[in-house]
């Protein structure tokens, strides 16, 4: 019984898409650029050239927000969307229809539909690969080049990510709506 | 272990496909699957439960920085890399095309058998034949092609007649001991269509290509390079954790507005090629306003007077160099005074790419000494020699062959008023790829070259001029090309020789020098497939063809041999008349001929395996336990179980603060004189400006309504290596021009319309991105992609070839390719 969440130290991420490979490699994701759990979010930049806005092309790391009020969750017909043990959002496939209201209902687009079982997929923190082996990182993690992501318990205080949280600065997405994601952006 | 079924029915085809080995197979079918143009993107793994799950430690070869790996093998299919911690290099990463190293392994298209040529040269028509028969196509050609034997006989063993190149890579080095056997003195590398100038030129200012401490520098400047998309270890790591605010100030000055200026503090658009300009006025500002280290460059500097009267002089000022570069003078000032209060923690940084502009040279000594005027060599947080672990030698073999020539330059004592060469300089080791390939063009070789070796390089793609080089593999009588993957060069060889990949395969140990020295090795994870070979294997079997047969025409045309098998044993006695009398031979002939062919035998440095080689290299200077430390984690180095330690989940300790080798020689050069040399008087006697200083031939300059191309790299592929890799592709599908897109709209360029690239060389056409990331009067596209090549399933023309346009321009100095000096056309398609 745990917690999850995960920490990005955002501002490290070079939008090199390791974490992108990484996630389809371990966790079996199919090909196309429509079909992924996890993402690096690229703004336009704003300016003519020579004077371009720096601060405007940021590289925004993401995935599903593992809220903890979820609204995938709330809207799910046939409870195919739930909360595991340890507070991570998940699905069963089996349970799957496709109404796809989850995927309307999510305020992140964080879920997408995998062709093969016709079902509705999404980030589930690496649960039924690494997790299950054993391992204490997600692929996304581990693989990283700069240090993205910091995962763990945060209800355990002795954990890495609650150090992070208690000691730096950070925001979630959308706080306004209520979700209460797990994941948390560190400025 | 659940795999998809596109890549199961892939792996059960491997099975089958090398039982039913001897059938005939059609030579269009013979690089791919069933169906050669079937894109469909299905190829992904799943792991679960697997009877057997072994994690082999193993060296990533996607890209040149051999980042460290471990390959989960489950029932004896590798179903993920990831990264291993414990090298202090790649410090616990594994980038995007690390992660898709498995897709190397598994891609349908590789070359899986020997195979000769059927066809006419570059039409790509094989026949799959055994290794044997490859090695006596290659020994005595077929009735399309002429062998080594035929070759050399003709030419009378000048061993020259072939030319040996190599792609960089661990096992370059066993490829180059089969050339330093065969004795060809023409070899050819990446070098010069690389770093060629940049190692050159710090080599002779500092006495080495020195790394940057991105550690601990608190002041970067990033001019040229781009370390957030062309990755480097531990650099593009140790960078980008610090930047904005977070205790290292980033100035990237590019023309682009690339990753790098997206993750700096400061980015400052230059003009493409002067950058020399903002050196100099840089220098200017740090000389004039007297903010150098006076007392390091009292102690360390050769030339500093000089060097300071002619910048002072030359009055290289910011204001002159704003108009020459287009960044503001009142930047230069600034960035000059930040960069010298930060010093010695300051780091111009270095890079490591190829060479963009004729000035290249200059460029990167006026950089070197500006690092030197902060004092911030060999020390923390500037640039550093580090230390490196030395390796147990092993056995080479380098015969002495009386009719081998020199290396085929073409010396000119007229050229510029100076003695030098007529296309470059200086002549190297890697030599001048394209000065080389025009020379034997244009028939101005001082011998015939008629044959080549190509060892995991794509001179097709890799060097500007792309029709050139069809033309000179054309005319070369015999290719050999040993590959993973049919390149558009290997289209054009009449033998080819599969190599398996490198995670099929043990590699040379390697030493990696640094802060944080190591040693490394490639292991291999899985058996090889279909019948490829690891490339020591390929030079066992095809020296074991060869030898004997060409050490026959070193006897019929090598008169020192000749005279050296009739009279080996032979003692000559002077009596104390005077007479001289010779002994008979204590040997005999057979003996004689035993001993004498034991120099010439080129089997001898292949004959032990390639672990049985590293093992030796290592044990013979850190014991059995480094040896074993190797085979079970890729990584040794001394003390490693006392310092290696995990600090979080993410970061690791390699070696504890006082043991890292920040400065190795007293904060000194490591050039012969131990100074930073201002002022090279020999250079000037080949006819280079002794001293960085500017020339109008270097300004800037576009026509009107043309567009300079700008070339470049991303972290996405690896040159043209990784372009028929699915999983980078999906990540990337093609290239795209990048143009302005105010300049886009005046022409009706869209997003994704087709365009057509001209220059006076070749043209492409290739999708466009209008974007306000570049200047209105330059174009840019990755390199990499556009493969001719028809067996490559998802590259082949996929985007536009970078060097099918770019002009082969050469370099002054060392003959490098200068990739920024070409101007385009543009035209909607």
């Known amino acids: 019984m745990a917690r999850y969440g995960m920490a990005l130290d955002y501002k490290n991420c070079i939008n090199c898409k390791a974490c992108e490979v990484a996630c389809k490699e371990e966790n079996g994701i199919l090909m196309g650029a429509d079909k992924h759990r996890i993402w690096v979010g690229v703004k336009e930049i704003e300016g003519e050239y020579p004077f371009l806005s720096i601060v405007s092309s940021s590289f925004e790391p993401s995935q599903c927000q593992h809220c903890d009020d979820a609204p995938c969750q709330e809207v799910c017909p046939t409870n195919a969307t739930y909360y595991d043990e340890n507070g991570v959002v998940r699905v069963n496939a089996e349970k799957c229809i496709l109404c796809s209201y989850c995927m309307n209902a999510c305020p992140y687009d964080a879920r997408y539909v995998d062709d093969r079982t016709m079902t509705v997929d999404k980030c589930n923190f690496c649960s039924d690969t690494r997790l299950a082996r054993g391992e204490t990182t997600t692929a996304c993690q581990n693989t990283c080049p700069t240090k993205v992501r910091t995962f763990g318990d945060l209800d355990d205080p002795n954990s890495e990510i609650s150090e992070l949280l208690r000691t730096r600065e950070h925001f979630s997405l959308k706080s306004h709506l209520g979700t209460k994601p797990k994941l948390f952006y560190l400025t | 272990m659940q795999i998809e079924m596109s890549r199961r029915k892939f792996l059960q085809g491997t099975v089958a496909m090398s039982v039913v080995g001897g059938t005939t197979i059609s030579a269009t079918n013979l690089f791919a699957s069933n169906d050669t143009h079937d894109k469909k993107l299905t190829i992904t793994t799943k792991t679960g439960a697997a009877k057997e799950v072994k994690n082999i430690a193993t060296l990533c070869e996607m890209c040149v920085n051999k980042c460290a790996a471990i ?39 590789r070359l899986k058998y020997p195979l000769i040529r059927i066809g006419e040269k570059g039409e790509g028509k094989f026949k799959r034949v055994s290794w044997d028969e490859a ?96 990755i480097v270890t531990p650099d593009t790591m140790d960078a980008f954790k610090r930047t904005k605010g977070r205790g290292a100030k980033l100035i990237c000055i590019d023309p682009r507005f690339t990753n790098t200026a997206a993750k700096a503090d400061k980015w400052l658009a230059i003009n493409p090629g002067t950058d020399l300009a903002f050196v100099l006025a840089l220098t200017y500002v740090v000389l004039s306003e007297e903010l150098y280290n006076k007392t390091y460059v009292a102690e360390n500097f050769n030339g500093f007077d000089e060097y300071k009267k002619s910048v002072i002089d030359n009055q290289y000022t910011p204001e002159w160099a704003e108009k020459i570069t287009n960044i503001k003078a009142e930047d230069i000032y600034q960035i000059a005074r930040d960069f010298m209060a930060y010093a010695p923690k300051a780091v111009y940084y270095p890079g490591r790419r190829s060479t963009f502009s004729n000035n290249d040279f200059q460029l990167r000594r006026a950089m070197a000494i500006f690092q030197g005027l902060g004092g911030g060599i060999d020390t923390k947080g500037g640039l550093i020699f580090g230390k490196r672990l030395e390796l147990g030698a092993h056995e080479g073999l380098e015969p002495i062959y009386a009719r081998a020539e020199a290396r085929a330059v073409d010396s000119s004592e007229s050229h510029k008023g100076h003695s030098g060469y007529a296309d470059c300089a200086v002549v190297t080791d890697g030599g001048s790829w394209i000065g080389w390939r025009n020379r034997f063009l244009e028939d101005r070789m001082p011998y015939k070259v008629r044959g080549m070796f190509c060892y995991k390089h794509n001179p097709m793609m890799n060097m500007p001029n792309t029709k050139k080089t069809a033309q000179m593999l054309k005319k070369m009588e015999l290719v050999v090309a040993i590959d993973t993957m049919p390149s558009d060069t290997v289209m054009y060889a009449d033998v080819v020789l599969p190599e398996c990949t490198y995670l099929e395969r043990t590699d040379p140990v390697n030493t990696f020098g640094g802060v944080e020295p190591s040693i490394a090795q490639r292991n291999k994870v899985v058996d090889p497939m279909f019948e490829t070979k690891p490339i020591i294997d390929i030079m066992r079997g095809l020296t074991e063809k060869i030898s004997k047969p060409l050490f026959e025409i070193s006897k019929k045309h090598d008169e020192d041999l000749q005279d050296e098998l009739a009279n080996l044993g032979e003692e000559e006695i002077v009596s104390e008349d005077g007479n001289t009398t010779k002994t008979a031979p204590t040997m005999t002939k057979e003996e004689r001929e035993a001993e004498v062919y034991a120099e010439f035998d080129l089997t001898k440095p292949f004959k032990h395996s390639q672990e049985e080689i590293n093992a030796h290299m290592v044990e013979s200077v850190y014991g059995k336990e480094a040896v074993e430390a190797l085979n079970k984690n890729g990584v040794f180095y001394p003390n490693m179980d006392k310092f290696y330690k995990a600090l979080s989940v993410n970061e690791y300790q390699y070696y504890p603060e006082k043991e890292k080798a920040y400065s190795v020689n007293g904060g000194k050069p490591k050039t012969p004189s131990q100074k930073v040399e201002c002022n090279l008087a020999n250079l000037a006697k080949k006819g280079v400006d002794p001293m960085p200083i500017w020339k109008e031939e270097y300004l800037f300059n576009v026509p009107e309504g043309k567009f300079k191309l700008l070339t470049g790299r991303h972290a996405q592929f690896t040159q043209s290596g990784t372009a028929n890799n699915i999983v980078l592709r999906d990540l990337m599908p093609e290239n795209y021009i990048w143009i302005n897109k105010r300049i886009a709209k005046e ?9 057509e690239v001209l220059s006076k060389t070749g043209s492409v056409t290739i999708k466009a991105y209008p974007t306000e990331k570049i200047a209105p ?22 985007g536009g070839n970078d060097n099918t346009v770019i002009e082969d321009i050469i370099e002054s100095v060392y003959g490098a390719a200068s990739m920024h000096e070409t101007n385009v056309e543009i035209r909607k398609v």
Not at chain 2, 747 to 755: K, Q, S, Y
């Open chain 2, 71 to 109: 390959a989960r093998v489950e029932d004896g299919v590798v179903t993920k890399l990831d990264p291993n911690p414990m090298f202090p290099k790649s410090k616990n990463m594994l980038c995007p095309r690390g992660n898709a190293g498995i897709q190397a392994l598994y891609d349908p298209d």
């Open chain 2, 135 to 230: 090695y006596e196509a290659i020994l005595n050609g077929t009735d399309k092609f002429p062998g080594v034997a035929k070759i050399l006989d003709e030419e009378k063993d000048n061993r020259s007649t072939f030319l040996f190149c190599a792609g960089e890579g661990m096992a370059e080095h066993t490829f180059k001991t089969l050339f330093s056997a065969f004795g060809s003195a023409n070899w050819l590398n990446h070098s010069s269509i690389c770093l060629q100038t940049v190692a050159s030129a710090y080599g002779v200012t500092l006495g080495a290509y020195p790394q940057a401490d991105l550690d601990n520098a608190e002041y970067i400047i990033m001019a040229g390079a781009n370390r957030a998309e062309a």
């Open chain 2, 747 to 755: 022409r009706g360029i869209a997003f994704g319309d087709r365009v």
């Open chain 2, 777 to 798: 009067n330059q174009v840019f596209f990755i390199h990499g992609f556009g493969a001719e090549s028809e067996a490559l399933t998802w590259a082949y023309k996929n």
